[in-house]
């Protein structure tokens, strides 16, 4: 695909592609601010703690709006918003489901595929994906499909392909297709305000409160405390590693860093130039304050002491699949903290989520503010 360019999140790399090979030209910024913006939850699914072959938590920390729906409404709201018409295609019948993706193909489009993050995600936990992951199909050829993420292009035998499409029901072997069309400035920036109010109403009344600042404030009493939800209680002694290592993943890892708050920016000064509004630019400058300091805390969360294993989840997030090997390795390694330190650990972990709760909250009213909501 000539015109694949890596990107710091899936989803909003893939309608950047996308739209690009189609030839309007847009910013992952502009895509992540017009589909929908930016969040601050906590999730914790305790149902992975009852898979004794998985190992990780079930904890991260949400980065940005509609990252849990399941109905298309990412792609739907961005595609919708700037005026172009699509065509979304579900069965439960596995030829119906390959024709469809062929019919879009056939069409000479670039089709959205709906998949689960089982062999396609450079991801070490479902997490960051929600069980949940699309990708960009470019042609398929013999047994071979050929896709993108925000990682690369690679190439995947059509029937394990379509096994992960297959997967998750609530999905019905999705696709989508988009006509794109030139694009009028006044598209544009009715776009970019639909965006803009989205995320400052979602902070205001969340409509999953788990997903924004109140799961993010829930989640501080979490970390450490005696609920039988906390840290404490849920992963006593080495087992503090697996939600270290996933916020840390949540933070850091296919987010463009910094809980996506540097993406955001970008966006917000984007937006203040076309809309004529300095005031999104101060906004900016706040959030990507609050991404200095959340790239501080994943520093904080996942320190020298495991060092490789973060080295061996940035080689993963970057496409090297044979890194799960090496983590799973580097689990069985001696310990290096006692009960003491990790006790002291999560007390500090706590105080220091808790900070950016409070900045995070003060931060979503200037944003209110600026977008008029």
């Not at 013999?142 to 379509?162: G, I, Q």
């Not at 209680?233 to 996506?260: C, H, K, Q």
Request: positive net charge; aromatic residues 8%; glycine residues 8%.
């Amino acid at each position: 695909m000539a015109n694949f360019a890596p990107g710091a999140h899936f989803e909003t790399a893939n309608v950047r592609n996308l739209l690009r090979a189609s030839g309007v030209e847009i910013s992952e910024a502009m895509c992540l601010g017009i589909g929908g913006g930016i969040a601050a939850g906590y999730q914790y699914c305790p149902s992975v703690q009852s898979y004794e072959t998985l190992d990780y938590s079930g904890v991260q920390l949400v980065p940005r709006v509609k990252l849990m729906t399941t109905n298309g409404a990412w792609y739907r709201d961005t595609f919708a918003r700037l005026g172009l018409e699509m065509d979304v295609r579900e069965s439960t019948g596995k030829k119906a489901a390959a024709a469809n993706l062929i019919a879009g193909l056939d069409a000479g489009k670039i089709v959205v595929a709906w998949t689960t993050p089982a062999g396609l995600a450079h991801s070490l936990s479902w997490t960051s994906t929600c069980g949940m992951y699309t990708v960009l199909v470019h042609s398929v050829s013999a047994d071979t499909v050929t896709y993108s993420d925000h990682v690369s292009v690679r190439k995947m035998d059509l029937t394990e392909f379509n096994a992960a499409r297959e997967r998750v029901c609530s999905f019905k072997n999705r696709t989508l297709t988009v006509n794109v069309s030139k694009i009028a400035e006044k598209q544009w920036k009715s776009a970019v305000m639909a965006g803009l109010r989205e995320t400052a109403g979602d902070f205001e009344k969340p409509r999953l409160g788990t997903f924004n600042l109140p799961g993010l404030k829930e989640g501080v009493g979490l970390v450490n405390g005696k609920n039988k939800r906390s840290w404490p209680v849920v992963f006593p002694g080495r087992n503090i590693l697996l939600p270290m290592r996933d916020i840390y993943e949540s933070i850091e890892l296919g987010t463009g860093a910094g809980l996506m708050r540097p993406l955001y920016a970008a966006f917000l000064d984007e937006a203040s130039a076309l809309l004529g509004r300095p005031e999104l630019g101060a906004v900016a400058e706040s959030y990507k304050g609050l991404a200095k300091q959340w790239t501080e805390f994943a520093e904080f969360i996942l320190p020298k002491p495991f060092a490789e294993t973060k080295k061996a989840m940035k080689k993963l997030a970057n496409g090297d699949l044979s890194q799960k090997e090496k983590l799973a390795a580097l689990r069985k390694e001696p310990f290096p903290w006692d009960a003491a330190k990790i006790e002291s650990f999560v007390a500090e972990a706590a105080d220091r989520m808790g900070a950016l709760y409070e900045r995070e909250l003060a931060v979503s009213k200037e944003l209110a503010a600026a977008a008029g909501k």
